[in-house]
């Protein structure tokens, strides 16, 4: 996401200003109708304005369009105001100037499936189209990308038995709950590029007892979120992403931000789920983000089952890892603990690197083809209480790793210096 989600997030600090997070309509409620006034210059100013704000999800992100952002938004939230205090004393009809607004809206071009969802989120909140309800009963045969855009923060969609089919991103602005009946009755079926979720909210998004299946044929992962993103699994299974050709994309989860936020707290919680054949990984966390993963299942990953980069933090407890290329990889600045796991089969059980800190505590690694534990760069994990069992190499050091080893059943070996 990088840079991108930088100016998405400072872009919906806009939008809770200019109203996208309330549940009142920005036009004021019709309590006359006097036709005589035109008031089709106030439609003209807000639908230039919304014009103006959307075109900016459609830039290169730049220092530039950040900047473009900030003053359509301001632009936006003046229009707003300014319209409502006319319309509150005009001698216009206020229902003709409704309809004609939604019309204008609905014309409003929208490049891209972030400029789409935020012209949707705009127009329903402008319009008073924003739903107050709780809990909302989501069918099969509805359009999740309305559902959302018309959904309160902070509301329960209760998505019933059935395949949900995905053609574009799912593009979440703000803190939802998306509630299915159990990852087997309840499929989230992607063919979307990129993602099937695209999660932008600064609030709580949280996927719960449902499936999401990308198509194998289609390159893209199962949820991306943006840096600034919190995100809640719990009993659900993510599968089938595939990479594209210049090998992004093809995680499960992906939270692999570059940039880094002071103070983050836990971003990424997991429990319960499963994670499969995913030709990236089940999960990608990077930048400062942080996770616990609890009791939830990965196997069939072809690069890892869960991939620590930058600088990473958090714990994987009581889960199990199968069949993955890696089960859990740690690099960069990464510093995970790693704790009361199983790793079967799979080319390597955990491998650390570059200038990790991981700390790996009563794992239990069998059947790995190349090694258990792989220690390479300057790494400097501990290690203690791992066990080893059918494996061709036990714990691999390389010549300048220096990790703490401590009551270990599985064999050592150091690779032989690179100085001549």
């Known amino acids: 996401m990088g840079r991108k989600a930088g100016l998405l997030m400072a872009a919906l600090a806009v939008l809770a200003a200019v109203g996208c997070g309330a549940t009142e309509p920005v036009v004021p409620s019709v309590t006359e109708t006097v036709p005589e006034q035109d008031c089709s210059g106030l439609v003209t100013a807000i639908s230039g304005a919304v014009s103006d704000y959307v075109a900016v999800y459609a830039l290169d992100p730049s220092a530039q369009a950040e900047a473009s952002g900030e003053q359509a938004g301001q632009r936006l939230q003046q229009t707003l105001q300014n319209t409502y205090q006319q319309l509150s004393s005009a001698q216009c009809d206020q229902r003709a100037f409704l309809a004609d607004l939604k019309a204008d809206l609905a014309a409003v071009p929208a490049d891209g499936v972030i400029a789409q969802a935020v012209l949707s989120r705009l127009s329903a ?71 099937a979720l695209l999660v932008l909210a600064g609030d709580v998004v949280t996927l719960e007892q449902l499936s999401i299946i990308r ?16 995100l809640r699994l719990s009993a659900v299974n993510i599968s089938g992403a595939r990479a594209a050709a210049d090998t992004s994309g093809g995680a499960g989860v992906d939270m692999s931000s570059s940039e880094t936020l002071e103070n983050v707290g836990t971003t990424l919680e997991i429990t319960d789920s499963t994670f499969s054949s995913n030709s990236y990984a089940g999960v990608s966390v990077g930048g400062t983000h942080q996770v616990s993963i609890v009791g939830s299942s990965f196997s069939k990953n072809s690069q890892c089952g869960i991939c620590f980069l930058g600088a990473a933090s958090g714990s994987v407890e009581k889960s199990k890892f199968n069949s993955n290329g890696i089960g859990i990889a740690a690099v960069g600045d990464s510093d995970p603990l790693l704790t009361a796991t199983t790793f079967t089969a799979g080319d390597v059980g955990i491998q650390i690197g570059d200038r990790s800190r991981a700390t790996v505590d009563a794992v239990t690694i069998s059947k790995a083809k190349k090694a258990a534990i792989i220690v390479a760069g300057t790494a400097t994990p501990i290690i203690r209480k791992a066990k080893c069992s059918q494996v061709a190499y036990g714990i691999v050091l390389s010549s300048e790793a220096l990790p703490s080893l401590i009551d270990n059943t599985c064999t050592v070996a150091k690779a032989a210096s690179k100085e001549k």
Do not use: M
């Open 215 to 230: 198509d194998a044929g289609v390159p893209g992962s199962g949820v991306i979120a943006s840096a600034a993103s919190l």
């Open 125 to 195: 909140n402008i319009t008073g189209e924003i739903s107050t309800a709780k809990t909302i009963r989501v069918t099969p045969k509805a359009d999740l990308h309305q559902v959302v855009a018309q959904a309160a923060p902070g509301a329960v969609l209760e998505l019933q038995k059935g395949s949900y089919a995905l053609s574009q991103p799912l593009v979440l602005l703000d803190g939802v709950v998306l509630r299915g009946e159990g990852a087997k009755r309840t499929v989230i079926s992607s063919t979307a590029p990129d993602a």
